[in-house]
C-alpha cells in the first residue's frame, strides 16, 4: 500500500511537473501569439465587456462644412461612431434647414435636429481674416473635414486642397457634389436631380406612366452614407501612410450605385429580352433601353405588390408577395391551386414568366381575403416571403422598432 502510495505520489509529481511544462510551452505559445499581433500593429484585445470599452471613432475630431442633407448625413453617422463633430455655420444665417419646413414657431425645424441633433456648432464667417484664421486653427487641429457646398465655393474661402493639405498633412477632406468631374461637374444639385441623373428616375414607376421618384433619399442620404464610408477608410489608411487624402462622393455616382441591377439589365438586354420582367409576359417588345418596370422583383425571383382586404378605403392595405421558387407549392396549396405544383405550365420558374400577369392576379383573389398582417403571418409561417406595406404612421407606431432603438424620441429642445 505504503509503496503503491509513494508510485502514485510520485506519479502524480511527475504528471504535475508535465503538466507546469505543458502550461509553460502553453504560455510561450500564446506569448508568441501576443507577440505577432503586437508587430502586426494591433493591441491585445480588450477584456471590457462589448459596448464599454469606447466607441469607434472616440478621438476623431471632424470640421463639418456640411449643410442641408447629403454632407449632414454624413457627419451625423461619424458622430453616432463617437466621432467629435463641429458644425460650422454662416453667421446669420446657419445651415438653411434651420428654418425649412418648420413644424414649431421658433424651433430648430425637424428636418435640421433630424441630422445634426448630436454635433457641436459654431458660427464663423470663413471669408473673413479673423475666420480664416480660426479656420486654420480648427484645421490643425481636426482630423477631417466634411463640406457638401456648391462646386468652386470652398476654393473662393480659400481652403483649397493645397491650403488645407499644407496646413494639416494628415486631414482628410471629403466632399459630396453633384457630379464627378465631366461636362455637368460644375452643377447645384439637389435629391431628385441625383435620382434622375443616377438612372433611378428612368427605371422607376410603370410602363405606360412617367419616371418617378422614390421618397427614399437616395441621393442625399445614400450618398452621405457613401462618403462616411470613404472617410473611415481614409482614417483606416491614414494609419499606415500618416498622411490625408481626398475623398468625392458624387451623388449621381451614388444613386447610380444603388441602381445598379438596372445597370446589370441594360447589358443583359444586348443578349436578348429581360424574361423576368411582367412586359415580357405580356408580349410586349423591349426599347434599347432598361424600362420602368412596376413593382415587379429586382431579383431573380419574380413579385409584385397586390391587393388585401380593405385596400378599397385603405391606401396601404397591400402587400409584396414574392413567389420564391423553393415555395411554389405552399403558393399552390395556399391559394387553392394544387394543380399548378404538376401543371408544366406552372411547375417551373421558366415556365410560370409568360404567365405571371395571371399567377399573381389569382394570387391576388386570395390576398384580398385577409389583411395584410394575417397574409404576413400565414406565408411566414410556411416560408414564403411577403413584405407589407407599411405606412410612415405604422412604422411611426411599431413597437419592435422602438425596442430595437431603430426608433426613438429624444427631447427636441427649447424654442428660441
Ligand atoms: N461663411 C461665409 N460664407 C459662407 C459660409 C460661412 N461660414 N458658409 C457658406 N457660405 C457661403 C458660400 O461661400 C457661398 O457663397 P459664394 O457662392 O459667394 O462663394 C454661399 O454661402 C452658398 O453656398 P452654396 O453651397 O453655393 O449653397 P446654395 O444654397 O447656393 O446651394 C446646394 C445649395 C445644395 C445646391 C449646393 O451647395 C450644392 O450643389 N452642393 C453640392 C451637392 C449637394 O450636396 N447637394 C445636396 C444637398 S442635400
Known amino acids: 500500500m505504503a509503496t503503491s502510495k509513494k508510485v502514485t505520489a510520485k506519479t502524480k509529481v511527475k504528471s504535475k511537473s508535465k503538466a507546469a511544462s505543458k502550461k509553460v510551452a502553453k504560455l510561450k505559445a500564446k506569448k508568441s501569439v501576443a507577440k505577432k499581433a503586437v508587430a502586426n500593429g494591433l493591441p491585445k484585445a480588450s477584456t471590457k465587456p462589448y459596448g464599454q470599452a469606447g466607441k469607434a471613432l ?13 454632407g449632414p448625413t454624413c457627419t451625423q453617422l461619424l458622430a453616432y461612431m463617437g466621432a467629435d463633430v463641429i458644425k460650422v455655420e454662416r453667421p446669420g444665417v446657419g445651415d438653411i434647414t434651420r428654418g425649412q419646413l418648420r413644424d414649431v414657431k421658433g424651433a430648430d425645424s425637424l428636418y435640421f435636429t433630424m441630422l445634426n441633433g448630436n454635433k457641436r456648432s459654431i458660427t464663423i464667417d470663413s471669408k473673413h481674416p479673423k475666420g480664416k484664421e480660426i479656420l486654420d486653427r480648427l484645421i490643425k487641429h481636426c482630423d477631417v473635414l466634411v463640406e457638401n457646398f456648391a462646386p468652386g465655393t470652398l476654393d473662393r474661402m480659400g481652403l483649397t ?26 452643377c447645384k444639385v439637389y435629391e431628385n436631380v441625383a435620382q434622375c ?15 418617378l421618384v422614390t421618397g427614399a433619399q437616395i441621393g442625399d442620404s445614400g450618398t ?18 500618416g498622411r490625408g487624402q481626398r475623398v468625392l462622393c458624387a451623388m449621381q455616382d451614388g444613386v447610380l450605385n444603388l441602381a445598379r441591377v438596372k445597370l446589370r439589365d441594360q447589358q443583359r438586354l444586348a443578349h436578348g429580352p429581360l424574361t423576368e420582367y411582367s412586359q415580357y409576359g405580356e408580349g410586349i417588345p423591349f426599347g434599347q433601353a432598361v424600362p420602368r418596370a412596376g413593382n415587379d422583383s429586382g431579383g431573380g425571383q419574380p413579385g409584385w405588390i397586390l391587393k388585401c382586404k380593405g385596400w378599397e378605403s385603405d391606401p396601404d392595405a397591400y402587400i409584396y408577395f414574392i413567389t420564391q421558387a423553393p415555395v411554389w407549392g405552399a403558393i399552390c396549396d395556399l391559394i387553392g391551386k394544387p ?24 394570387i391576388e383573389q386570395w390576398t384580398m381575403t385577409k389583411t395584410k398582417f394575417e397574409v404576413m ?40
Open 339 to 362: 394543380e399548378w405544383k404538376t401543371d408544366p405550365d406552372y411547375a417551373t420558374p421558366p415556365a410560370r414568366l409568360p404567365r405571371l400577369r395571371h399567377i399573381f392576379d389569382t
Open 58 to 70: 472616440e478621438g476623431v475630431r471632424i470640421l463639418d462644412f456640411s449643410h442641408v442633407q447629403a
Open 377 to 416: 403571418d400565414i406565408c411566414n409561417a410556411v416560408d414564403i416571403p411577403v413584405g407589407p406595406i407599411l405606412s410612415m404612421k405604422e412604422i411611426a407606431e411599431e413597437p419592435s422598432l422602438r425596442k430595437t432603438g431603430t426608433v426613438v424620441e429624444v427631447d427636441r429642445g427649447n424654442p428660441r
Open 224 to 241: 452621405g452614407l457613401h462618403l462616411a464610408f470613404g472617410i473611415v477608410s481614409a482614417l483606416y489608411q491614414r494609419i499606415r501612410t
Open 197 to 211: 441623373a443616377g438612372g433611378a428616375a428612368s427605371t422607376t414607376g410603370f410602363r405606360d406612366g412617367p419616371p
Open 161 to 186: 486642397w493645397e491650403h488645407i493639405h499644407k496646413t494639416n498633412p494628415r486631414m482628410i477632406v471629403a466632399s459630396v457634389k453633384g457630379f464627378g468631374p465631366g461636362p455637368y461637374e460644375d
